[in-house]
């Protein structure tokens, strides 16, 4: 009997201790530490959509706690009655607020604004709340208009665009672009087939002018050389005493030319005096007449004595 007692006792304790490990374990799981110490307050709700047990109290993005129960207040219908455990080094004064607020991935905490007052809330004791907005709330409130005006703005431009496309007179422009379009591809053929045929004989062309061009230059550099050499020959003439005898025959002129100017000199009595031009004159038909007469009796003037 004593052996069999102490089985069942063995067998009573084991079931208590594996009971205590479920418990603990599923608390455990939930992220809840029943070994840590902690202060007990409560905070109610409209409403705690999103929020669950064991969600992470927070102050300043510390989290210093977790909802430990969320239950549904019967003596305050529309109250919802959330139990915080926060760690005891924590005291809340009085005009603390605890505000549920959502994260960018929607999950739900509680954010903590820790008060100034000297007066603190009794552990146990009700903390002030507030229903505070997510970060997907503010960004549906500053997106939305935003949005909703761009939605404006595309539908105003859906309708003019329907307007324009609908418009008769588009028809008829793209119909006369499609002419234009087989006008251009037709004349791409024409230029295609004139190229054909015209670009070579151009080349061919072009080809023997360039050929001529090369003959020409060959020509010109003869020329260069030739005028090469009449630079170095005149280089080598004796320029300065060619200029000084130019110089005084240019200067022999002008005397020549100022002694026919000038009335009494022998040439210009020659060239100006209108007696002494009719004194030739009749000086040389009288020697004319004599050496007509000595042609035709020259017996006159010539005797000849034959011994």
């Not at 430990?68 to 219908?77: G, L």
């Not at 919802?80 to 607020?101: F, G, M, Y």
């Not at 954010?111 to 007066?119: F, K, R």
Request: zero cysteines; charged letters at 20%; hydrophobic letters at 45%.
């Amino acid at each position: 009997m004593k052996k069999l007692a102490k089985r069942e006792i063995g067998i009573g304790v084991s079931v208590i201790v594996a009971i205590l490990i479920l418990i603990f374990g599923i608390e455990f799981l939930k992220g809840i530490n029943l070994f840590r110490p902690a202060n007990f307050y409560m905070a109610y709700y409209d409403n705690v959509d999103g929020l669950d047990i064991s969600a992470p109290v927070k102050v300043n993005g510390f989290k210093v706690g977790q909802v430990r129960e969320i239950n549904f207040n019967y003596e305050k219908p529309g109250k919802t009655e959330v139990v915080l455990a926060l760690n005891k080094n924590l005291h809340l004064p009085v005009d603390s607020r605890a505000t549920i607020t959502s994260s960018l991935m929607g999950e739900a905490y509680i954010e903590i604004d820790v008060g100034t007052s000297p007066e603190l809330i009794p552990v146990g004791g009700e903390v002030a709340t507030s229903q505070g907005r997510g970060l997907l709330d503010g960004l549906s409130d500053s997106l939305m208009p935003k949005v909703n005006e761009t939605l404006t703005i595309v539908d105003s431009l859906l309708l003019n665009l329907n307007t324009v496309v609908s418009d008769p007179s588009l028809r008829l422009a793209m119909g006369n672009l499609s002419g234009i379009s087989d006008n251009i591809m037709g004349a791409s053929v024409g230029l295609n087939s004139l190229m054909n045929r015209q670009v070579p004989a151009l080349m061919n062309n072009a080809n023997g002018i360039v050929g001529s061009f090369g003959n020409v230059m060959t020509r010109v550099d003869t020329i260069s050389g030739n005028l090469a050499i009449l630079s170095h020959q005149l280089a080598d003439m004796p320029l300065s005493e060619t200029m000084k005898n130019l110089n005084a025959t240019v200067a022999n002129l002008e005397a020549f030319s100022s002694q026919l100017k000038n009335q009494n000199s022998t040439l210009g009595l020659l060239m100006n005096d209108p007696e002494l031009y009719n004194r030739l004159n009749s000086v040389a038909a009288s020697v004319d007449s004599l050496i007509v007469d000595i042609k035709r009796n020259p017996k006159r003037y010539i005797s000849i004595k034959l011994l």
